[in-house]
């Protein structure tokens, strides 16, 4: 079905939203915290979620949370930061995902976007140097965040690569 990416309406997950439509079949653990635990997450300030609507049909989601990330990690960046702290403070994109059979139209690039305008507004308030995803390991995806923001990785385990882009690189990019 093919979506209007001028016509994307973003807002807040509120107690009353239906989020009962939402399937990703390719990663049920996505489907299930928006069904299941987005609500509570956001009522005990652990993230926020942000749905996003073509109409009135519920094509995406991503969640936020504070995050940081250990100066070790990204040193080989050049920062130019004279007295480096032990971690830097990050905006964490906890997780994010487009409806099954929507994927590929730029759905996933506007709700980054999204995430840059909120990395933005936070840093004229509270300090935070980078976004930080921990993106699935597959390919698809983190050519998408690479391609999307200029995402570089700084670790990883068996099914996640940590990876971060420079909040004041991202203006470059975009
Ligand atoms: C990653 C994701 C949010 C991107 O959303 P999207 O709306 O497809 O994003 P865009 O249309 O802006 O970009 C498409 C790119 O995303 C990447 N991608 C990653 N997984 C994909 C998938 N399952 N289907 C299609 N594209 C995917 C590809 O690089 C694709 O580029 P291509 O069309 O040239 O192959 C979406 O694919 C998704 O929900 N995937 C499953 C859940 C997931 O992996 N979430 C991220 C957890 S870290």
Redesign the pocket.
Known sequence: MPIDINSLVFSKLTDDSDVSTFS?S??KD?EDFLRNDAKTGQHEKISTTYLVHSGTLLV?FFALSMGCIKSEHVKSMSLEIEDPPNNYPALLLA????KDG???????????KHVFAVAFKLTDQIGCRFVK????K?E??I???K??GGFVRITENDD?MQMVVDINKISDQE
């Open positions: 990703c390719d990663s996505l995406g997780r994010m995902a487009t929507l994927r590929s139209q730029g759905i996933g690039r506007e709700m980054l995803v921990d993106a699935k597959d698809r995806t050519q998408f965040y391609k999307n996640t």
